[in-house]
């Protein structure tokens, strides 16, 4: 990256994280181009330099964010559906330390960020983003654990409404339990306090 191209990305950082401090205090709909310059430090020129409106913003700090959450993972991007359909079974099961520990370890080094995110998911699209990961992941490895098509839908919503219920308590608490005591938690919630181990196996 050359000087030129560093100090366009590093603007346009100060304005990703001024929309999502902004966020914190009202609606997307209700933040205004001047607010993001006088938070960002910037002026309006360079803001349509970078963007041709509010909505072009968004859709660049959902990415930001995004790839940040991503590189806490030690995955392969582009073959994870491959590795979906070819792994073991013992290997497509994500309530496990490879998944939960960095998943929590991202929100806790990011506690407002991520509770900005929950509050405005549906300006974010986050919606999208769900049937894109349910379509690419979640429901390939449920085929490969044979639910029936027709149960698949209410098998995420359980556990994905649930997990998110503990982060949202977690959250609230200021994340004072490790990230160790979450994984734990987490684990007796789905496969009871006596049978974490032996059913993982059977269970995303």
């Known amino acids: 990256m050359n000087k030129s191209e560093s100090k366009y990305f590093n603007t346009a950082k100060k304005m990703d994280k001024a929309l999502i401090s902004l966020l914190e205090e009202k609606s997307f709909e209700y ?3 001047s607010e993001i310059c006088k938070k960002a430090n910037v002026n309006r020129s360079t803001f349509y330099l970078h963007y041709e409106n509010m909505v072009e913003l968004l859709e660049e700090t959902v990415r930001f964010i995004l790839d ?4 806490y993972f030690d995955i392969d991007k582009n073959n994870i559906t491959c590795k979906f359909k070819e792994a073991p079974l013992d290997k497509l099961v994500f309530i496990t330390d490879e998944y939960i520990h960095p998943y929590l370890l991202y929100i806790k080094d990011n506690k407002r ?6 509050l405005n998911s549906e300006s974010f699209g986050f919606n999208e983003i769900y049937t894109r990961l349910y379509e690419r992941i979640f429901n390939p490895i449920l085929e490969r654990f044979n639910y ?36 734990r938690i987490i684990n007796e919630c789905i496969f009871g306090r006596n049978n974490c181990i032996g059913g993982a196996a059977s269970l995303i």
């Open 31 to 33: 933040i205004t181009v």
């Open 68 to 71: 940040d959450f991503i590189s």
């Open 113 to 118: 960020v991520f509770s900005t995110v929950l």
């Open 148 to 183: 029936p098509v027709s149960d698949r839908k209410y098998v995420m919503k359980f556990y994905l409404n649930g997990i998110t219920a503990i982060i949202n308590e977690w959250l609230k608490d200021g994340c004072i339990l490790s990230v160790e005591d979450i994984t």
